[in-house]
């Protein structure tokens, strides 16, 4: 689903990404760890081009990410992604958030869009808000709704970047179990973030980055129990 090789990203002189290589099977599950500033956030940017590369290749069901503005939009179309500030738009509802992509970039019917908005509102658990303003959620809510937005576009890959970071404790919880729910029916996930009780439910592979290279790459059992890396095993002590 997802083939990056010897992918390169400067911003100005800094290396942000270094030679990164990453294969992606459909349907399989990936959490990004590593501390802030390591590339994260950049390396899942580029994969549906909110930042651009420098050198090598990213490929995404068969189509690559180059220049050519139809091949971005055709992978904009199959990648969902959520983020740590939902980013949802404070002057429409809940239903219209939902509404906006599927009909004006997709060209749903309306009645059909709204039809499959109430769906996810419903998988997200939260279809009773469908008419409130963002500002009129909690956070947790409105990150249930980021998911069900990206989830209307029908995407075949979700990114999300630390999803929950911003959430007080509470909440946490709430939007995990709905991304536990979306692993669990087969999504192809890539998930930055350090819940790593998450990571050792979810994922089928763990994968470290520092200063923007991938140290190591293993299953959550390996990964936790025995990182071969010491770079791994001393960010592995200062989070768990
Ligand atoms: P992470 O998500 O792992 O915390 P990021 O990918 O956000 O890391 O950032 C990696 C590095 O790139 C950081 O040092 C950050 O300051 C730098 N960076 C990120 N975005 C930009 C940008 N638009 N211009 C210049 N530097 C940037
Ligand atoms: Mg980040």
Not at 31 to 37: E, H, K, R, Y
Not at 100 to 109: E, F
């Amino acid at each position: 689903m997802i083939q990056v090789n010897d992918l390169n990203k400067w911003f100005g002189d800094f290396h942000v990404l270094n030679s990164i290589n990453l294969d992606v099977q459909k349907g399989e599950r990936i959490v990004i760890c590593g501390p802030s500033g390591s590339g994260k956030s950049t390396l899942i940017r580029c994969l549906n081009h909110l930042e651009a590369h420098q050198r090598g290749q990213i490929i995404i069901d068969g189509v690559e990410l180059n220049e050519d503005v139809k091949n971005i939009e055709a992978i904009r179309r199959e990648v969902g992604m959520v983020f740590q500030q939902f980013n949802l738009f404070p002057h429409l509802s809940v239903l219209e958030n939902c509404l906006l992509a599927p009909i004006w970039v997709r060209k749903t019917p309306r009645r059909e869009a709204i039809e499959m908005a109430m769906h996810y509102l419903e998988r997200v658990r939260i279809p009773e808000q469908a008419d409130k303003y963002p500002g009129q959620l909690s956070g947790g809510q409105q990150q249930r709704v980021a998911i069900a937005r990206a989830l209307c576009m029908q995407p075949k890959i979700m990114l999300f970047d630390e999803p929950t970071s911003a959430l007080d404790p509470e909440m946490i919880k709430e939007v995990l179990d709905v991304m536990v729910e979306l692993a669990s029916s087969g999504m192809t996930m890539l998930c930055v973030t350090h819940e790593m009780g998450f990571a050792k439910t979810v994922a089928d592979r763990v994968i470290f980055m520092d200063d923007g290279q991938i140290v190591e790459a293993a299953p959550p059992r390996d990964f936790f129990t025995r990182p071969e890396q010491p770079r791994t095993r001393e960010f592995l002590e200062q989070i768990l």
